[in-house]
């Protein structure tokens, strides 16, 4: 299995641009996430799934969008996008079971200038 | 709301312990977890604890929970320079969904 894959691994962005960041698990995992880390500070929450056809907003959803048409795919979209995107960007996923631990991609580093 | 609060670095000599500790303030966590970040990589679970425990030990790595306190800790015995990362302790709390909060992570530098 090759876990949880992301990709772009980098980007630069200007004001304004959108982009979709791809996120895949091939675990047959129901729950996924989006998070964003910024410098000094832990994860936040953007956007997490429950199973296809099931997305809820998570801490700070303001700027993205998310869609899960299937169970392998969770992609990330900025529509315009802005220097406060400016963040690692981390997916992760997670079985049904409460106590399993969510397995996390490698990241997307995004720059927006 | 969930609160998540972690001590930011910590230097320590090969060989020595180190502990990493972490509160929370208001939290029906079932279980606890601590995740390690490597540079440039993604977190990595090292250990969980279900919240009717105080202590589980994995090897070099023991964990403490101190429910009344809201405390948490991880000691990681005989440190390894491969050991050098961000630290991130995480709880359930009353998300559900298996969501988790994190804290903003401890940094630690093994010194050879």
């Known amino acids: 299995n090759a876990g949880v894959t992301q990709t772009p691994k980098f980007r630069i962005l200007k004001i304004g641009q959108s982009m979709t960041l791809q996120c895949t698990q091939d675990m047959n995992h129901n729950y996924m996430y989006w998070y964003r880390q910024d410098p000094g500070m832990g994860l936040k929450l953007i956007y997490y799934s429950v199973g296809a056809g099931i997305t809820d907003k998570g801490e700070v959803p303001n700027g993205y969008n998310v869609s899960r048409s299937t169970t392998e795919d969770f992609p990330l979209r900025l529509e315009l996008a802005a220097p406060s995107q400016t963040s690692v960007y981390f997916c992760?996923?997670?079985?049904?079971?409460?106590?399993?631990?969510?397995?996390f991609g490698p990241g997307t580093r995004l720059l927006v200038l | 709301g969930e609160d998540v609060e972690q001590s930011l670095f910590l230097s320590v000599r090969e060989g020595d312990s180190s502990v990493i500790n972490c509160t929370y303030t208001?939290?029906?966590?079932?279980?606890l977890y601590w995740y390690k970040q490597e540079p440039g990589a993604g977190l990595q679970l090292l250990t969980y604890?279900?919240?009717?425990?105080d202590m589980k030990q994995d090897q070099r790595l023991t964990v403490l929970l101190n429910k009344k306190d809201k405390h948490l800790s991880l000691r990681i015995a005989d440190t390894q320079t491969g050991d050098s990362a961000i630290y991130f302790c995480a709880e359930t709390g009353i998300y559900g969904n298996n969501r988790l909060a994190f804290g903003k992570g401890n940094q630690v530098v093994v010194i050879p």
């Open positions: 208001d939290s029906s966590s079932t279980y």
């Open positions: 992760a996923s997670s079985s049904h079971r409460s106590q399993e631990t969510q397995y």
């Open positions: 604890i279900f919240s009717n425990m």
